[in-house]
């Protein structure tokens, strides 16, 4: 069994790969997406400070170096909206 350890891309904390959201820059294609893919990726923690950080600054665009479309941010903002219980419901509950 091997730990894999990754850096946020916004605050910098190292932890353990599953405790991340990864972004990908997949290959060949460029797009990026969420999770899943082979490609170029990128780390950052679940959490309003790091998200907000990396789409103000372009955090996740220069480290992918690709452009990250605006709907990744709303998926992640979304899921941020998801895990957290003190935030307002504007995603409904399913
Ligand atoms: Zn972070």
Redesign the pocket.
């Known amino acids: 069994m091997k730990t894999n350890y990754r850096r946020?891309i916004?605050?910098r904390?190292i932890g353990l790969k599953q405790e991340f959201w990864r972004i990908v820059r997949v290959f060949p294609s460029g797009q990026v997406q969420l999770n899943e893919g082979m490609g170029r990726s990128a780390y950052?923690?679940p959490?309003t400070e790091?998200l907000s950080a990396a789409q103000k600054k372009n955090r996740l665009g220069r480290s992918l170096h690709a452009s990250v479309p605006e709907t990744l941010y709303q998926v992640l903002w979304q899921r941020l909206a998801q895990s957290n219980p003190h935030s307002s419901n504007l995603t409904g509950t399913t």
């Open positions: 946020c916004s605050c904390k950052i923690c959490q790091c």
